[in-house]
């Protein structure tokens, strides 16, 4: 049976582990000439890699693979890519997990366009979903970057490292990481509405945070039994209230 979980596709295999699959495409960023916002190609590999990778982590799983798919020939760019997809896995703590994919080498594109794959594995009820309930309490982790609004850098300390996440995510008391997307935490929270659950005693947050692109998953939305606790340093976190039930209107 085959199952959507967020951006993430499931297979679940009868009497084996399920089988998750998540993508992500970058299309106009690079250092082709007819690219929209330039960014050299360590940064697309290392910065596409990630989304899918903190996918797949954030719902528990043991990454198997990663894999490219790029417009841009082998020599020189494609190879340069895959650098960054290296240096990523290494960031995480996974620097044995094997990358592959494809590249481009009969045409020669003026643009990039780079897809990313990262498959990975679960026991079965093992994954990290559909746990929240009410009384848990909300966190953001992490602050939602997107670039061309916002410099996205390795090493920037109000971005989450995967590293960082695997911890977390070890944490039993962590129920559910939410990964923000293109539409933010306001996306993330309305998600969790349409299971019946609602945040209450709220901190005061802009508008800009509930709207703002987290681009390749700088930040999250952590659902932790109210007992979890914050440990000190590393990116920010911060607090956002506790769920309740959803009262028909």
Same mark, same amino acid.
């Given at each position: 049976?085959?199952?959507?979980?967020?951006?993430? $596709?499931?297979?679940?295999?009868?009497?084996?582990?399920?089988?998750?699959? @998540?993508?992500?495409?970058?299309?106009? *960023?690079?250092?082709?000439?007819?690219?929209?916002?330039?960014?050299?190609?360590?940064?697309?590999?290392? +910065?596409? @890699?990630?989304?899918?990778?903190?996918?797949?982590?954030? =719902?528990?799983?043991?990454?198997? +693979?990663?894999?490219?798919?790029?417009?841009?020939?082998?020599?020189?760019?494609?190879?340069?890519?895959?650098?960054?997809?290296?240096?990523?896995?290494?960031?995480?703590?996974?620097p044995d997990l094997p990358v592959t994919g494809s590249t481009e080498e009969n045409v020669a594109a *003026? @643009? $990039?366009?780079?897809? +990313?794959?990262?498959?990975?594995?679960?026991?079965?009820?093992?994954?990290?979903?559909?746990?929240?309930?009410?009384?848990?309490?909300?966190?953001?982790?992490?602050?939602?970057?997107s670039a061309p609004q916002d410099a996205v850098r390795r090493g920037d300390p109000e971005i989450v490292?995967?590293?960082?996440?695997?911890?977390?995510?070890?944490?039993?008391?962590?129920?559910?990481? =939410?990964?923000?997307?293109?539409?933010?935490l306001a996306q993330e929270l309305a998600d969790l509405a349409e299971r019946g659950l609602a945040p209450?005693?709220?901190?005061?947050?802009?508008?800009?945070?509930?709207?703002?692109?987290?681009?390749?998953?700088? @930040?999250?939305?952590?659902?932790?039994?109210?007992?979890?606790?914050?440990?000190?340093?590393?990116?920010?976190?911060?607090?956002?209230?506790?769920?309740? $039930?959803?009262?028909?209107?």
């Amino acid at each position: 049976m085959i199952e959507q979980v967020r951006d993430v $596709t499931v297979l679940h295999r009868p009497g084996g582990n399920d089988l998750l699959f @998540a993508f992500d495409v970058i299309g106009g *960023i690079g250092p082709q000439p007819g690219d929209a916002v330039h960014a050299e190609p360590e940064e697309v590999g290392y +910065f596409g @890699a990630r989304v899918v990778l903190a996918e797949l982590l954030a =719902l528990g799983a043991t990454p198997l +693979f990663l894999a490219d798919l790029l417009t841009l020939r082998w020599q020189g760019l494609g190879e340069r890519v895959v650098l960054g997809m290296r240096d990523l896995v290494a960031d995480a703590g996974l620097p044995d997990l094997p990358v592959t994919g494809s590249t481009e080498e009969n045409v020669a594109a *003026i @643009a $990039t366009g780079a897809g +990313f794959v990262a498959v990975g594995e679960v026991a079965p009820g093992g994954m990290r979903h559909g746990f929240a309930q009410p009384g848990d309490h909300l966190y953001v982790f992490g602050r939602p970057k997107s670039a061309p609004q916002d410099a996205v850098r390795r090493g920037d300390p109000e971005i989450v490292p995967l590293v960082e996440l695997r911890s977390v995510m070890a944490d039993r008391h962590v129920k559910e990481a =939410l990964p923000l997307g293109s539409h933010g935490l306001a996306q993330e929270l309305a998600d969790l509405a349409e299971r019946g659950l609602a945040p209450t005693d709220v901190v005061d947050l802009s508008p800009e945070l509930l709207t703002k692109s987290g681009g390749p998953a700088t @930040a999250l939305l952590l659902v932790v039994d109210p007992v979890w606790l914050p440990s000190a340093g590393g990116a920010p976190i911060l607090p956002l209230g506790r769920l309740a $039930t959803i009262r028909p209107t």
